[in-house]
């Protein structure tokens, strides 16, 4: 599917000259310990974590602009920006992989110090420090295997990680990566991934003693040891509801379930989907109630986690332009992912309250595809945090790249300028005051 990157090369020459002359934008109030209301678009050139921590961050967010994206032979070709709780913008570079998503590929440790993602260059899992920039890689003894993060524990010291399964092309293993120890605990056999959605992969119960799995049609709930405690099985339209689906008191599981179109749909029938939640039984696995939530209407969505222990906060998707999803029988079907980089047109972040009601958290511009959130933000409801600015400066080095062909414009120009002024000059001599 095409991108909005081409639409966004006409303003380049634009957007440099303002970057640089810093026609920005006046400066707005950092969001502080809030989820910010609003977002801005990084720019192309936006200074890179390790040139300068941006602290706890309130999100990450990824997406398809000029500031998401580049080409590896002069950038990086994905990228995530962090959104620092002082209001900076920093970029976490992943070349060679345009598609990468906040959320999904890359983590936000629950207090927003820390991002988990697939490293880069080497093998293993980055653990990225926002505070210091400091980045350790861990391999858990077993580098090549490690696929990438899946949720973070409620403590922050481990995560849920997928390993991928040696002989077995269509599974994956998942992993307990102890970050103290740098050891993975194995968590059951091998997992089919077959029709696997990434926000449907697992979730950690909120005293991380409990995990849940998604293994092809089979919901599984093991343990820290990886014993399997239940399994039970979801319908083609049943899924886990994602990495905050545990309730706050570990009780209830939320599954996410499907009204609408399911085979060969195209952008207007992934557009009218519903999406309902319903639950089950953290112990038992079986079908159980809960709080009556409202519908969600679009092509996919995301749990995040539970807002003040009432309200479920979603990821919303809407399809990208002219978006198909093939029917379950073609084999394409297979790398379909309802709420991917590829198949979002938009997203939006919604709390879904028992009353009835639907509350929008962060509407971001259209090119912003993934985003992830801090989990102590989301639980204590601090949202509504000031839009911070995507500040031009401080920039790195590709900043040249843009301004080449401003500077190129301009030269002549200035050229010619200092030509008539040196004219000028000679045609009007300054008069020196002096009689002859």
């Not at 941006?54 to 500031?67: F, I, R």
Request: with cysteine.
């Amino acid at each position: 599917m095409q991108k909005k990157i081409l639409a966004g090369l006409a303003a380049v020459a634009l957007s440099v000259g303002a970057g640089t002359l810093g026609l920005t934008r006046p400066w707005a109030a950092a969001p502080g310990d809030r989820v910010p209301g609003g977002l801005e678009l990084p720019w192309m050139w936006q200074a890179t974590v390790d040139m300068g921590a941006p602290g706890p961050a309130s999100v990450l967010a990824g997406g398809d602009t000029l500031g998401f994206q580049g080409g590896d032979f002069y950038d990086a070709e994905g990228k995530i920006a962090v959104v620092g709780r002082d209001g900076d913008y920093r970029m976490l570079l992943q070349g060679g992989w345009n598609d990468v998503a906040a959320g999904e590929d890359v983590l936000l440790s629950p207090d927003g110090t820390r991002v988990a993602r697939p490293a880069v260059d080497v093998s293993g899992l980055e653990v990225v420090d926002l505070t210091s920039g400091k980045a350790p890689v861990y391999t858990g003894g077993n580098a090549d295997s490690l696929i990438g993060p899946v949720a973070w524990s409620p403590e922050g010291r481990s995560l849920l990680v997928a390993l991928y399964a040696g002989g077995a092309p269509e599974g994956n293993r998942f992993a307990l990566l102890d970050l103290d120890t740098d050891t993975l605990q194995p968590l059951g056999e091998v997992t089919s991934t077959v029709g696997m959605q990434a926000a449907a992969r697992g979730a950690i119960s909120p005293d991380g003693t409990r995990i849940v799995l998604t293994d092809g049609a089979t919901l599984r709930a093991v343990d820290r040891t990886g014993a399997t405690a239940w399994t039970t099985t979801l319908s083609d339209r049943q899924r886990l509801a994602g990495v905050g689906a545990f309730s706050p008191d570990g009780a209830r599981i939320a599954v996410a379930e499907l009204d609408g179109c399911l085979d060969a749909c195209d952008e207007d029938a992934l557009a009218a989907r519903r999406w309902t939640i319903s639950y089950r039984d953290a112990t038992t696995g079986a079908a159980t109630t809960g709080p009556v939530l409202p519908a969600v209407t679009g092509s996919g969505i995301r749990a995040l986690g539970w807002s003040q222990g009432r309200d479920l906060v979603v990821l919303r998707y809407e399809p990208e332009d002219d978006a198909f999803r093939p029917a379950r029988g073609d084999a394409s079907t297979t790398g379909w992912d309802d709420t991917g980089w590829y198949e979002t047109g938009h997203l939006t972040l919604l709390a879904l309250g028992p009353d009835g009601t639907t509350r929008t958290l962060l509407d971001p511009p259209d090119g912003v595809l993934t985003l992830d959130v801090a989990r102590d933000l989301l639980e204590a409801g601090s949202f509504g945090g000031p839009t911070p600015t995507a500040d031009p400066f401080p920039a790195r080095g590709i900043i040249w790249l843009a301004i080449a062909p401003v500077l190129l414009v301009a030269s002549p120009l200035l050229f010619g300028l200092a030509l008539h002024l040196r004219r000028r000059r000679r045609t009007y001599p300054v008069a020196t005051g002096r009689v002859a």
